[in-house]
């Protein structure tokens, strides 16, 4: 975490860097971006997240100039972007496919850019030589993109789209290709790189956790519209909906009926349940239909009837997946309802307590999920 | 066992095709025309046994050679085949490549239809097509009653039995020879390059110059030499269209082996016709080669 919090989205003074204003993109009679409005602030690294198909890649095109918007208008720095063509944007873009030129080598890659808006040689090669030892590529730096790996290629792209110091960078899906342990590597590069020379990243990801790790904050989207807007840790421990709760991590969601006292709510959910007892800021009507989520690693699993929690319900153990560090327990409660709980492998595996076909007690306080509305 | 029949099968092949027919002409190209058939001697006896051949030998020269030299007509037709072969290539692609590019960027539906069209006058013979040109150049064709009647021009253009003709049917003839292989590349080319130099700073036309030319460039070369080599040797075209003072080494060759009889002296031309093309079609390959290792 940041010694300094850094959150220019609470401080009523900051402009933002960029601005949605009821942006809405059709192509052909299909809405592609829905009334969309959102501000971007300077050095964020700001991550769009979203199923296949919900318009991420869309707004990217539209920032870096590729789409114009149907409706609506996006600024930069205050000024409309409408009119500029995508040559003259102080923004760059790295491609999802990368989009290396395959004629020229690593170093005529980063260079193109420079070379397109300064004659100034010595300028421009020390500047590549720079971006090559940013990303660790001064090796290959005479090598063709297809004498390169998957990853370097990546970082490649990434150099070419930095060097010429975009105040705005844009990301597109730029690790899908990756494999895991080289993806994860190369987040915490991405993000060390962004702090080192102040761009603003906008990354598109459609892997939650990518989004979790490297993100100031996180826009989750589905079907052209923003569903929320908030930090990594808000958007796991307070989604605004069971949409984002359900994107985002694992979770419980149990469906039923509120009745409220104060910030207290008493949720019906089954018949011969006791109701679950949650805690809320938000107003439920009395039996209004609202929805309880909780995740799986806030829910305590024994084989003894724990009471110091609030809510506590019985179940059998359907099935365990076995993650090393944890493991999730399947368990049917008595009105068939699955539920799942995760818990901590401190002991190696032969002594652990709880196996198939176990009677077990889940148990949760009332603090530990959250109340959505829909 | 079966690598070797695997490789002997094409090898046999170009022995059959091409190794055998070529020493045959070479050998004829080294023999004296004589008023027999066929019109030329020596001709070898294998019943005459070793001495036989020895014989044989002896009999070649390189006569027909060095009379290629000595008649300016030949050098002169080998540089005038060359030059008009060299100019038509440089039309083709300044035509070609244009209705390539058109191709690769129309509609993914629209593409095997267009396609379709540029191959679509194979299904004719080429002879009949050629001799539409006449109809189309001749003083009282097509384009000279055109634009007659349009009031462009007061009497007819002289097109027909002049170079520009020969040009002209060249250039008609060998266009798809040079509009498929550029397709081919550019149709392969990522759209997501172009956008890429535009968000690193070029224009349209730049990002073209830097990006989709140098891209194309394999396709190019493979197009010009699809064009060029067969042209250099073209026969019909400048006897159709072509006109007295048109000078290419095809109808040469064909005028010393139809007309004069004269098969030594026309082998002659066609091997050093041979010797010229090998050069180009080295380069050829070369480019091919290049090219499948730049694809992988
Ligand atoms: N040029 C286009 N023409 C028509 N439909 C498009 C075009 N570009 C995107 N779409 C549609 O817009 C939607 C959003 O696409 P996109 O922004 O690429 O989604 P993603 O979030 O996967 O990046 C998709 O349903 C896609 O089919
Ligand atoms: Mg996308």
Sequence with gaps: MNQTVFAPWDDPDEKPLIQFRNVTKRFGDFTAIDDLTLDIYAQEFFALLGPSGCGKTTMMRMLAGFETPTEGNILLSGQDIAPIPPNKRAVNMMFQSYALFPHLSVRDNIAFGLRRESKDKAKIDERVEEMLRLTRLTKFAGRKPHQISGGQRQRVALARSLAKAPKLLLLDEPLGALDRKLREETQFELMDIQEKTGTTFVIVTHDQEEAMTVASRVAVMDEGKLIQVATPDVIYEAPNSVYVADFIGDVNIVEGRASQTGDKVDVAWAEGQPPIHATTQKRFDRDAQCYFAIRPEKVHISKERDDSRPNVLQGKVIDIAYLGNISTYHVRLADGTMMKAQSANTRRLANRGITWEDEVWLSFTDTAGVMLAR | ?296
């Design chain 2, 1 to 296: 066992m079966r690598r070797f029949a695997l490789i002997a099968v094409p090898y046999l092949w170009l022995l059959a095709l091409f190794l055998v027919p070529f020493l045959i002409v070479l050998k004829i190209s080294l023999s004296d025309i004589t008023l027999s058939i066929p019109p030329y001697s020596p001709k070898l006896d294998l019943s005459a046994g070793w001495a036989g051949f020895v014989e044989f030998i002896r009999a070649l020269d390189f006569e027909n050679y060095v009379f290629l030299t000595q008649d300016d007509l030949y050098w002169k037709a080998y540089l005038s085949s060359l030059w008009i072969a060299f100019v038509s290539t440089l039309i083709t692609l300044a035509v070609g490549y244009p209705i390539a590019y058109g191709m690769a960027r129309a509609a993914p539906e629209w593409r095997p239809t267009l396609l379709m069209l540029v191959i679509l006058p194979f299904w004719t013979s080429f002879l009949i097509r050629v001799y539409a040109w006449m109809g189309i150049l001749a003083n009282e064709g097509l384009l000279n009653q055109t634009l007659l009647a349009l009031g462009i021009i007061d009497s007819p253009l002289q097109i027909l039995n002049t170079t520009a003709a020969v040009q002209i049917g060249i250039v008609y003839t060998y266009l798809p020879f040079m509009i498929l292989p550029i397709y081919a590349t550019l149709e392969k080319m990522d759209e997501s390059l172009l956008e890429a130099a535009e968000d690193l700073g070029c224009s349209r036309l730049s990002a073209f110059w830097l990006v989709t030319f140098p891209l194309s460039r394999g396709g190019i070369i493979a197009g010009c030499f699809l064009v060029f080599i067969p042209a250099i040797g073209e026969f019909v075209i400048p006897s159709l269209l072509g006109g007295s003072d048109t000078l290419m080494i095809g109808k040469v060759l064909w005028e010393e082996f139809f007309s004069n009889r004269d098969w030594p002296v026309a082998s002659a031309v066609a091997i050093i016709l041979l010797a010229i093309l090998i050069i180009p079609i080295v380069l050829f390959q070369r480019n091919e080669q290049k090219e499948r290792e730049a694809g992988t």
